[in-house]
Protein backbone atom coordinates (compact mmCIF):
# COMPACT_ATOMS: atom_id res chain seq x y z
CA UNK A 1 0.00 0.00 0.00
CA UNK A 2 1.51 3.52 -1.28
CA UNK A 3 1.78 6.39 1.23
CA UNK A 4 -0.53 8.46 -0.70
CA UNK A 5 -3.50 5.38 -0.35
CA UNK A 6 -2.14 4.82 3.47
CA UNK A 7 -2.79 8.62 4.44
CA UNK A 8 -6.12 9.04 2.13
CA UNK A 9 -7.59 5.67 3.66
CA UNK A 10 -6.33 6.36 7.16
CA UNK A 11 -5.44 9.93 7.83
CA UNK A 12 -8.70 11.21 9.13
CA UNK A 13 -9.44 8.37 11.78
CA UNK A 14 -5.54 9.24 12.61
CA UNK A 15 -5.85 12.71 13.27
CA UNK A 16 -9.29 12.01 15.54
CA UNK A 17 -7.67 9.80 17.39
CA UNK A 18 -4.61 10.99 17.79
CA UNK A 19 -6.53 14.30 19.11
CA UNK A 20 -8.39 12.97 21.68
CA UNK A 21 -5.40 11.61 23.39
CA UNK A 22 -2.86 14.10 23.02
CA UNK A 23 -2.21 15.13 19.56
CA UNK A 24 0.02 18.20 18.05
CA UNK A 25 2.02 15.85 15.83
CA UNK A 26 -0.56 14.04 14.39
CA UNK A 27 -2.77 16.88 13.27
CA UNK A 28 0.39 18.79 12.25
CA UNK A 29 1.09 15.71 10.16
CA UNK A 30 -2.83 15.83 8.88
CA UNK A 31 -1.95 19.34 7.99
CA UNK A 32 0.76 18.49 6.08
CA UNK A 33 -0.84 15.66 4.67
CA UNK A 34 -3.71 18.38 3.16
CA UNK A 35 -0.41 20.66 1.49
CA UNK A 36 0.11 17.29 -0.26
CA UNK A 37 -3.27 16.80 -1.57
CA UNK A 38 -4.00 13.71 0.65
CA UNK A 39 -6.44 14.99 2.82
CA UNK A 40 -8.46 18.24 3.33
CA UNK A 41 -7.62 20.89 5.49
CA UNK A 42 -11.18 21.66 6.58
CA UNK A 43 -11.89 18.20 7.46
CA UNK A 44 -8.58 17.87 9.24
CA UNK A 45 -9.71 20.71 11.58
CA UNK A 46 -12.76 19.79 11.81
CA UNK A 47 -11.99 16.13 12.99
CA UNK A 48 -8.93 17.62 15.23
CA UNK A 49 -11.44 20.03 16.75
CA UNK A 50 -13.98 16.68 17.42
CA UNK A 51 -11.14 14.31 18.94
CA UNK A 52 -9.52 16.89 21.03
CA UNK A 53 -13.04 18.34 22.45
CA UNK A 54 -14.88 14.79 23.04
CA UNK A 55 -11.61 13.50 24.64
CA UNK A 56 -11.09 16.69 26.79
CA UNK A 57 -14.71 16.49 27.79
CA UNK A 58 -14.19 12.51 28.29
CA UNK A 59 -11.45 13.64 30.49
CA UNK A 60 -13.22 15.97 32.73
CA UNK A 61 -15.98 14.32 33.34
CA UNK A 62 -13.49 11.39 34.98
CA UNK A 63 -11.82 13.98 36.52
CA UNK A 64 -14.93 15.04 38.30
CA UNK A 65 -15.34 11.31 39.13
CA UNK A 66 -12.13 10.20 39.85
CA UNK A 67 -9.90 12.85 40.11
CA UNK A 68 -9.09 13.33 43.55
CA UNK A 69 -8.12 9.47 44.20
CA UNK A 70 -5.80 9.62 41.02
CA UNK A 71 -4.14 12.66 42.73
CA UNK A 72 -4.14 10.82 45.93
CA UNK A 73 -2.77 7.79 44.57
CA UNK A 74 -0.23 8.58 41.62
CA UNK A 75 2.54 10.51 42.34
CA UNK A 76 2.99 12.31 39.07
CA UNK A 77 -0.51 13.69 38.94
CA UNK A 78 -0.40 14.86 42.39
CA UNK A 79 2.90 16.47 41.05
CA UNK A 80 1.26 18.76 38.06
CA UNK A 81 -1.91 19.36 40.02
CA UNK A 82 -0.12 21.79 42.07
CA UNK A 83 0.46 23.67 38.88
CA UNK A 84 -2.64 23.16 37.24
CA UNK A 85 -4.35 24.17 40.78
CA UNK A 86 -2.27 27.39 40.97
CA UNK A 87 -2.54 28.13 37.24
CA UNK A 88 -6.90 27.70 38.13
CA UNK A 89 -6.75 29.84 40.78
CA UNK A 90 -4.96 32.23 39.38
CA UNK A 91 -6.05 32.44 35.41
CA UNK A 92 -8.95 29.98 35.32
CA UNK A 93 -10.70 31.27 31.85
CA UNK A 94 -7.10 31.62 30.39
CA UNK A 95 -6.24 27.78 31.53
CA UNK A 96 -9.02 26.19 30.99
CA UNK A 97 -8.86 27.87 26.98
CA UNK A 98 -5.13 27.54 26.47
CA UNK A 99 -3.90 24.30 28.72
CA UNK A 100 -4.13 22.41 25.14
CA UNK A 101 -0.93 24.43 24.28
CA UNK A 102 0.65 23.22 27.64
CA UNK A 103 3.22 20.38 26.68
CA UNK A 104 2.58 17.72 28.65
CA UNK A 105 -0.15 19.41 30.98
CA UNK A 106 -2.23 18.35 27.76
CA UNK A 107 -4.53 15.09 29.56
CA UNK A 108 -3.80 15.88 33.07
CA UNK A 109 -5.41 19.09 33.18
CA UNK A 110 -8.99 18.41 32.03
CA UNK A 111 -8.49 15.53 35.30
CA UNK A 112 -7.46 18.17 37.21
CA UNK A 113 -10.43 20.83 36.10
CA UNK A 114 -13.25 18.00 36.55
CA UNK A 115 -11.45 17.35 40.34
CA UNK A 116 -11.67 21.29 41.08
CA UNK A 117 -15.42 20.83 40.96
CA UNK A 118 -15.39 23.38 37.71
CA UNK A 119 -18.46 23.87 36.31
CA UNK A 120 -19.83 21.48 33.63
CA UNK A 121 -21.03 24.61 31.47
CA UNK A 122 -17.91 26.33 31.91
CA UNK A 123 -15.56 23.99 30.70
CA UNK A 124 -18.03 23.09 28.19
CA UNK A 125 -18.07 26.31 26.41
CA UNK A 126 -14.40 27.21 27.28
CA UNK A 127 -13.09 23.70 26.06
CA UNK A 128 -15.44 24.10 22.99
CA UNK A 129 -13.48 27.57 22.13
CA UNK A 130 -9.99 26.56 23.35
CA UNK A 131 -9.97 23.16 21.42
CA UNK A 132 -11.84 24.89 18.15
CA UNK A 133 -8.73 27.43 18.04
CA UNK A 134 -6.09 25.13 18.79
CA UNK A 135 -7.56 22.52 16.00
CA UNK A 136 -7.16 25.80 13.39
CA UNK A 137 -3.52 26.59 14.43
CA UNK A 138 -1.63 23.31 14.92
CA UNK A 139 -3.88 22.13 11.25
CA UNK A 140 -2.76 25.44 10.27
CA UNK A 141 0.99 25.09 11.39
CA UNK A 142 1.24 21.32 9.70
CA UNK A 143 0.04 23.14 6.31
CA UNK A 144 2.57 25.62 6.42
CA UNK A 145 5.66 23.32 6.87
CA UNK A 146 4.52 21.77 3.52
CA UNK A 147 4.95 25.54 2.13
CA UNK A 148 7.98 25.69 3.68
CA UNK A 149 9.55 21.80 2.72
CA UNK A 150 8.41 22.85 -0.65
CA UNK A 151 10.54 26.33 -1.09
CA UNK A 152 13.29 24.73 0.74
CA UNK A 153 13.34 21.55 -1.22
CA UNK A 154 11.97 22.08 -5.02
CA UNK A 155 9.98 18.60 -5.74
CA UNK A 156 8.17 17.10 -2.16
CA UNK A 157 7.56 14.43 -3.85
CA UNK A 158 11.14 12.89 -3.39
CA UNK A 159 11.25 13.65 0.03
CA UNK A 160 7.70 13.16 1.06
CA UNK A 161 8.08 9.93 2.76
CA UNK A 162 11.58 11.17 5.00
CA UNK A 163 9.36 14.49 5.87
CA UNK A 164 6.66 12.01 7.47
CA UNK A 165 8.79 9.91 9.29
CA UNK A 166 11.01 12.88 10.44
CA UNK A 167 7.58 14.71 11.74
CA UNK A 168 6.23 10.98 13.41
CA UNK A 169 10.00 10.58 15.07
CA UNK A 170 10.02 13.84 16.52
CA UNK A 171 6.66 13.31 17.91
CA UNK A 172 7.61 10.06 18.95
CA UNK A 173 10.85 11.04 20.57
CA UNK A 174 8.71 14.04 22.26
CA UNK A 175 6.14 11.71 23.61
CA UNK A 176 8.67 9.16 24.89
CA UNK A 177 10.82 11.64 26.72
CA UNK A 178 7.33 12.76 28.18
CA UNK A 179 6.38 9.18 29.44
CA UNK A 180 10.24 8.88 30.62
CA UNK A 181 9.86 11.77 33.02
CA UNK A 182 6.56 10.38 34.46
CA UNK A 183 8.62 7.44 35.23
CA UNK A 184 11.26 9.73 36.87
CA UNK A 185 8.67 11.49 38.59
CA UNK A 186 6.71 8.37 39.66
CA UNK A 187 9.10 5.74 41.09
Known amino acids: ?59 FHLGRAKGEEWIRKLPHVGKKSDKVFALLNKHQTWLILGFRFLYGLRTVTPILVGAAR ?4 RFFLL ?23 KVLLGDLKRYEMLLFAAMASLGLVFWMRQLLAKKRTSG
Open 1 to 59: MSLETLVSTYGYAAVGIGAFVEGETIVMLGGFAAHRGYLELPWVILVAFLGSFIGDQFY
Open 118 to 121: ISPA
Open 127 to 149: NFLGAMVWAIVIGAVGYVFGNIF
